[in-house]
């Protein structure tokens, strides 16, 4: 059951600060101490954003990362890393993200990073909300989504192959966090709920589960299932039917389901998933800059409890808003919990 019932959280990503945009752009001019003070600077930003929309669960915006997962190929050994996309004028979309060339052993002899961010995100957290408060959440690509940016070889002939020798480093990984007092993890896998329409959803279910073995039961585990956001464009058909009843048998608290922008297609869902998981719908629209009102929140949260109980129950955005700009994706996270408060108060639940 859900630590507070209709318990508001976020994905994970946030949109960059314009002036860390720039930086990241320019990174041969700053130094290694002027980086980490950029670094810890922009989470202080994301802290504080989510903090002011009064979240009961935050994230570090996952601002010291390039995008969600991309950041994670600079720690692996035995890759060549792709300096330009094979695309790249026209419409944007998600072939103008290169892949990398796989030419040795994969390795992340020094992990992967997580942990260094999450402490960072303890520190910053610890002086913003010295009484507590937020849960804080880490959150890491899971071994099959990581997998979809590296190129096969004789080595590794497929991505299956690919992503069992990305599945130890991952759980390496997620066990780290644990270890440093991460008590609140997501593992992302878009990409099986993209692609799960083609690929086996009990193989995919089976290692995700073998990833995620060594933490079940020590902290709250949650997975994040949509159908891409890059350039706020789906890569996937937004159905979640094909990936059902394999997905259910998911070893996670908690399944995040993208909803809003599809119309709350297959909302029903929610009601079997209750039934052995909590369910986090995603009922603000990271796609759209329309700003859902506090009515229309609430409207949704009233929908969403038709079929599932408030213990069962979060809300969050469909997706991480990284894709948004800054004053749509903090007015958005204001509304959506003073919606679920509006909620709350009728309900009377705390």
């Known amino acids: 059951m859900q630590p507070r019932p209709l318990r508001t959280t976020v994905i994970g990503s946030l949109p960059f600060p314009g002036w860390l945009e720039f930086s990241s752009a320019h990174l041969e001019r700053f130094g290694p101490d002027d980086l980490a003070e950029l670094q810890r600077d922009a989470v202080i930003a994301a802290v504080h954003d989510q903090l002011a929309a009064g979240l009961d669960v935050i994230s570090d915006g996952e601002q010291t990362r390039l995008d969600f997962n991309l950041s994670f190929y600079g720690h692996l050994t035995g890759l060549a890393l792709e300096g330009a996309p094979p695309r790249r004028f026209g419409p944007p979309a998600h072939d103008q993200r290169g892949k990398h060339a796989v030419v040795g052993a994969i390795e992340a002899p020094s992990g992967l990073g997580a942990v260094a961010e999450y402490r960072r995100l303890v520190e910053v957290a610890r002086v913003l909300q010295p009484g507590g408060g937020a849960v804080l959440k880490a959150s890491v690509p899971g071994p099959y989504t990581l997998s979809g940016r590296l190129v096969p070889n004789d080595a590794y002939p497929d991505r299956w192959a690919l992503a069992e020798a990305l599945r130890d480093i991952v759980s390496r990984e997620l066990t780290a966090l644990v270890d440093a007092g ?101 009922i603000v629209d990271v796609k759209s800059y329309h700003l859902e009102t506090v009515d229309e929140i609430a409207h949704a949260v009233r929908r969403c409890l038709k079929f599932a109980p408030a213990e069962r129950l979060a809300f969050a955005p469909d997706c991480g808003l990284s894709q948004t700009a800054r004053w749509a994706s903090t007015a958005k996270l204001r509304q959506l919990v003073a919606g679920v408060a509006k909620v709350r108060n009728e309900i009377g639940v705390a």
């Open 182 to 282: 991460c008590t609140e993890l997501t593992v992302d896998e878009p990409s099986m709920s993209c692609y799960a329409h083609r690929v086996d959803p009990e193989r995919l279910v089976d290692l995700f589960s073998r990833t995620v073995a060594p933490i079940v039961g020590r902290c709250r585990l949650s997975t994040h299932l949509c159908f891409g956001n890059y350039k706020a464009r789906a890569v996937g058909p937004r159905r979640y039917a094909p990936m059902f009843p394999a997905f259910a048998k998911l070893p996670v608290d908690e399944i995040h389901l993208e909803m809003a922008s599809r119309e709350y297609a297959e909302l029903d869902l929610i009601g079997s998933l209750a039934e052995t998981h909590d369910v986090a719908v995603g």
